[in-house]
């Protein structure tokens, strides 16, 4: 398991994600940590991240797979390139599809477990697959089409 | 178009969904105007709701698609039984499936337009397809499939 989590090593300018930017003081602070062949991120929902009394909303469950999938595809991608995260150039993806299946409702009050994996990694494109339980029981299930994008600066731009 | 929102019809117990509750002083406050084919949601992101500078975070994305589109479920399934929103017994759906395709980077500060439809309304389950514009421009798409349970109080339980 790493010590830092590879949002940690994202460029400052950019690390202003509601979801994982540790620069968004209203955000979530998604974390991944890569151990080599998973990212595992605890988190612990707030009282009014709720969906029904009683159960996680939906689409903080979406969110977190969101981030937590993203982060993994960029921690895999330094590894496969044998590099340290955060060296430059910058390695970096945006989310082309997300899917949730929620398996379970999602019991709030609890600390929630992300576990998320490689399925496949191409050159332009890296499918992660991601897991969240709650007391050991899977909620939900993702999948995170993760395109990689030469930069962050700028995204939405031609040649981006 | 209907004066209300679907959502303001839901009871006042479970209205506190962090997406779509009007009891939830944190959420969003999703809101779903269904005319009898389509549903419409007008959403103006706060600035700290960014993915990248510029960019509106896919996780608040997904989650204005998850609400929006129960909301239609829930109103189109009033339409199809000849009640009014909100008379009893409550119709109601959770999410048991949501796809998001990322089409085009969301420019943030600016108003943000939902659309939605009923694709397909079976007995236990509906599909609903959105689509997310902003300035005109198709943002995201996205397909949710809503299940209906008898019940959001109690939910998780067993027989909803």
Redesign the interface.
């Known amino acids: 398991m790493t010590q830092h989590a590879i949002q940690d090593t994202y460029p400052d300018?950019?690390a202003?994600?509601?979801?994982c930017?540790r620069h968004?003081?209203?955000?979530?602070h998604i974390k991944t940590y890569w151990d080599g062949k998973e990212g595992v991120f605890h988190f612990q929902p707030?009282p009014?991240?709720?969906?029904?009394?009683?159960?996680v909303?939906?689409?903080?469950i979406?969110?977190?797979i969101?981030?937590h999938s993203i982060g993994t595809a960029v921690a895999a991608a330094y590894q496969a390139e044998g590099r340290e995260p955060g060296t430059t150039p910058e390695i970096t993806y945006?989310?082309?599809?997300?899917?949730?299946?929620?398996l379970?409702?999602t019991?709030i009050g609890v600390e929630l477990v992300l576990k998320s994996q490689v399925k496949e990694m191409g050159r332009r494109k890296t499918i992660v697959t991601c897991t969240i339980y709650a007391n050991d029981t899977e909620c939900a299930r993702g999948e995170v089409t993760a395109i990689r994008v030469s930069s962050?600066?700028g995204?939405?731009q031609p040649n981006n």
Do not use: K, M, W
Request: proline share 9%.
């Open positions: 300018e950019i202003v994600c509601y979801g930017g968004n003081p209203q955000g979530l707030e009014y991240h709720t969906a029904f009394p009683g159960v909303y939906g689409g903080l979406a969110s977190l969101d981030c945006v989310t082309g599809n997300l899917n949730v299946a929620y379970n409702p019991p962050r600066f995204f939405g």
